[in-house]
Each structure stands twice: as structure tokens, then as C-alpha cells.
């Protein structure tokens, strides 16, 4: 089956400091890839996506390219502020047919200091 | 515009009790979500509505989980003989026909005493 593997947290950084957050995949088909955002006391938020191999999706400075090669859609931010403290989630839909149902991984609990 | 609202924010209830939580989804959005996020199992996908089509229950854990969603906009999910094992946030999304964009609502936290 479907499934979505990211690093656990927390993971704690100072500000401006580079962010990796990693994540793999297992799926059948090609799968869009996507990463999610809680912030704190709030819903859950689209971030960014990528729907094929190669794409890169990017928003607020994050970025994350599919890479098919390695079934790998690493999350980046090459200077996090104190505001991108969050829980990020990784997940995927799976290729083909009209049910977008999303797998998710575990979530990375981020905490950025000043 | 108005996002996805659930309601109640938060309910508290008693092992046994039954359980209603209400999704109210972006106007016009066509397929609407329900998900579970628990401590132990992270979000997990329950049951999905597209339009008029018969809803996909794959991810359902127990015949105890039920959903309606009535004229094509609000969502009802009823857990009946809530256990401890019940407790959860529980999400709803809905997102336009045709796209693979969903949006979520600020969840419903339950808690089975």
C-alpha cells in the first residue's frame, strides 16, 4: 500500500539557520506529493505540491522536488524564521482515479528560536 | 470567503455515549473529507464524498463510524459506544470537482472519558 515516511522531530534551529526536512515515499502509479503546515492553535495548510517527476513546488520560501529516482520529496528553506515554527506533514495522493484521499507521514515538529 | 467549519471545537463524553461532529465545507466544493489525527496514528483518512457518488468508507475503523453528508454540502460523522480509543482530532477538508487541493478545517477534539 501507500505510505509516507519523514524524519521525526523535534528538530529545533535558530533563526536563519538552513532547514531539511526529509521525506520518502512508498506508492503504487505516481503519486502527487505534498507538504502540509500546522501552525500552532491552527488547521492544517497546503504548503506546496509537486505532481511529477522533476517538479518542484515551492511557497514562502520552502521548496521540495520529486524526485522519482529515490521516491523522495525532501522539504527546504535555506533561512527559517521564528514564524515557521509548525508541524509539517508530508503526504501523497495517489496517481490515477478521482479519489484524492491523502496518505500522510508522521509530522515534524519544528521550533525555530530567535 | 468563508473556510471549512467544524463543530463542536471541542467535545468531551463519556465511554458508551454517542458522538455527532459537523462539517461545514466551503461553498461549492464538490468532495468533502473526514480524517483523524491521534497521538498513536497520525492522520489517517476515514471517508470521502464526491457529489452524488456512493462514498468511499475504506478507512472507516469500525461499523460504530458512520457519515452522511445531506444535499451535497454539510457533513455529519457519528460514532456510536464511544470507546477510549475514540479520542482524537477529528478534521474535515473539502476541495473543488476535479482538483487535488484540499482544505481543511480547524478539526473537532474528542475526548471519551
Known amino acids: 500500500g501507500n505510505s509516507v515516511t519523514q524524519m521525526e522531530g523535534p528538530v529545533t534551529l535558530s533563526e536563519e539557520a538552513f532547514l531539511t526536512i526529509n521525506c520518502t515515499y512508498t506508492?503504487?502509479?505516481?503519486?502527487?506529493l505534498f507538504w502540509y503546515v500546522q501552525y500552532p492553535g491552527e488547521g492544517l495548510q497546503l504548503l506546496l505540491k509537486a505532481t511529477k517527476a522533476d517538479d518542484k513546488g515551492s511557497n514562502k520560501g520552502f521548496e521540495a522536488t520529486y524526485r522519482k529516482e529515490t521516491t523522495s520529496f525532501h522539504l527546504e528553506k535555506g533561512s527559517v524564521q521564528v514564524s515557521d515554527s509548525a508541524v509539517y506533514f508530508c503526504a501523497l495522493i495517489r496517481g490515477g482515479g478521482s479519489n484524492y484521499k491523502l496518505t500522510f507521514g508522521k509530522g515534524t515538529l519544528l521550533t525555530v528560536n530567535p | 470567503g468563508a473556510g471549512v467549519s467544524q463543530s463542536p471545537s471541542n467535545k468531551v463524553t463519556e465511554k458508551g455515549k454517542d458522538v455527532e461532529l459537523r462539517c461545514d465545507p466551503i461553498?461549492?466544493?464538490?468532495?468533502l473529507y473526514w480524517y483523524r489525527q491521534s497521538l498513536g496514528q497520525g492522520l489517517e483518512f476515514l471517508i470521502y464524498f464526491q457529489g452524488n457518488s456512493a462514498p468511499d468508507k475504506s478507512g472507516l475503523p469500525s461499523d460504530r463510524f458512520s457519515a452522511e453528508r445531506t444535499g451535497g454540502s454539510v457533513s455529519t460523522l457519528t460514532i456510536q459506544r464511544t470507546q477510549q480509543e475514540d479520542s482524537a482530532v477529528y478534521l474535515c477538508a473539502s476541495s473543488p470537482q476535479r482538483s487535488d487541493e484540499q482544505f481543511f478545517g480547524p478539526g473537532t477534539r474528542l475526548t471519551v472519558l
Open positions: 461553498s461549492g466544493h464538490t468532495a
Open positions: 506508492a503504487t502509479g505516481y503519486p502527487s
